[in-house]
């Protein structure tokens, strides 16, 4: 009966993880500060959160224990992912939370042409038709919008914002793939100090001093939630559950931005944006799970005949 429960209870941990960082846009944009506020309090309340996960479970050394040669790697992958925070919070700011989230999950097809242009990887014919379809997806987004681009100039930034955070993110995960012997919750500490650092001499101390009341119950709420609980719980979950239920899992983040998006701030898309959207996410778990890029009867039929 334990065996039976432990990949239930896994995937539980692992959904509302998925499904709690669907929200990280809406507590950003709460907050009302500037994006570079926010990312470095991301960066503070998540290092301090983290470090005190780590400290519980006796692993606080660690943190000065990582082997000289594997510091540049971790300064890479380290600024690369803050910079992945800051471009695509202030990609909510001018497009919306639900639609810069979806746009921000291109990021699996910049890794895996990274992988084949770079690191000489396999580049198969199924994985450059989902990057193709994933690439409908986003002109099919756009398209609605291109009569509106002359005089919103600022939704198109916004795009190309979201579009650079998967840049960004991508790099994260191809540098952190080479830090070898390092936790994973210690190098995101770790990672949450570096943004410290780099962000403190661009903190607007002006826009904090005229923040609202509850603007730091969305800091430390961004800090703490979504870079400290659900790392953690992501980190739980990720060696329990196969690579489909974290794939199926994933969908829950742009589900939950789009909801809150809609429920909190009013905003909502049209059935073309849906319909492309969906081509982006249909891609993206085609990708995750090595599905074979076909039109499913055609490919019967021609195998039959």
């Known amino acids: ?9 896994a995937t539980i941990i692992l959904s509302t993880g998925m499904a709690l960082s669907g929200t990280a846009g809406l507590f ?16 503070l309340f998540g290092a301090l959160a983290l470090i005190c996960w780590v400290s ?33 919070f202030e990609a ?12 921000y999950h291109l990021q699996p ?4 042409l990274a992988g084949g242009l770079l690191l000489k990887e396999a580049l198969s014919r199924h994985k450059i038709g989902w990057i193709c379809l ?14 509106d681009m002359q005089t919103d100039r600022n939704w198109l930034i916004g795009v190309g914002l979201a579009l650079v955070a998967s840049l960004f993110y991508g790099a994260t995960t191809l540098t952190t793939r080479a830090v070898k012997g390092v936790k994973p919750d210690v190098l995101s500490a770790v990672h949450c100090l570096i943004g410290c650092i780099a962000f403190l001499p661009f903190l607007n101390t002006a826009a904090l001093q005229s923040g609202s009341a509850s603007m ?17 719980l992501l980190y739980t979950a990720y060696p329990k559950v196969p690579t489909a239920v974290i794939a199926a899992a994933a969908f829950l983040n742009p589900a939950v931005a789009l909801l809150s998006d809609f429920l909190v701030f009013g905003r909502s898309i049209t059935v073309m944006q849906a319909v ?21 009867k055609l490919r019967v039929s021609s195998q039959n005949s």
């Open 134 to 147: 994933a690439f409908v997806g986003l002109v099919l987004t756009i398209l609605p919008k291109i009569g």
């Open 28 to 43: 950003s944009v709460s907050s009302g500060q500037p994006t570079l506020n926010v990312v470095f309090f991301r960066c």
């Open 1 to 9: 009966m334990e065996s039976e429960t432990r990949p239930t209870r």
């Open 92 to 103: 909510f700011h001018r497009t919306s939370i639900g639609f810069a989230t979806i746009i």
């Open 216 to 232: 730091w119950g969305w800091l430390v709420g961004l800090g703490v939630i979504h870079t400290g609980i659900v790392y953690v």
């Open 276 to 296: 492309g959207l969906g081509l982006i996410l249909l891609a993206a778990l085609g990708v995750n799970l090595g599905w074979p890029f076909s039109l499913g």
């Open 109 to 112: 097809f910049w890794i895996v």
């Open 56 to 88: 519980l479970r006796g692993s606080w050394k660690s943190l000065f224990s990582i082997e000289r040669r594997l510091w540049p790697l971790v300064l890479v992958s380290g600024i690369c992912l803050v910079l992945n925070w800051l471009t695509l």
